[in-house]
């Protein structure tokens, strides 16, 4: 994916750069991965207005560059777990 199919009305050009940046980052393993989820914190965090404008090709990017960076995996839903009412009676109520 180019930075020009990242770029979407109203996002800044600094927060698509650091988008772009990251994804090569995240195909390629470098080191500068942290300092670029740091720099795109930091813009979202300055400039709110920036999250509601992302498409969901800058959120996947975000999104796979911090399941790397911290290695933990993000699921879609939680299971429930099963519980048996075999041994129970009247009497355990």
């Known amino acids: 994916m180019s930075l020009q199919s990242l770029q979407s009305d109203g996002i800044s050009p600094d927060l698509q750069m650091k988008i772009a940046s990251l994804q090569d980052a995240i195909l390629s393993t470098h080191p500068t991965m942290p300092i670029l989820l740091k720099e795109i914190h930091t813009i979202l965090k300055n400039d709110p207005s920036n999250v509601t404008l992302l498409g969901e090709d800058e959120i996947a990017i975000?999104?796979?560059?911090?399941k790397q960076q911290t290695k933990v995996a993000i699921t879609e839903?939680?299971?429930k777990k099963k519980v048996s009412l075999k041994g129970v009676s009247i009497a355990d109520l």
Not at 62 to 66: E, M, R
């Open 62 to 66: 975000i999104v796979s560059g911090l």
């Open 77 to 79: 839903s939680a299971t």
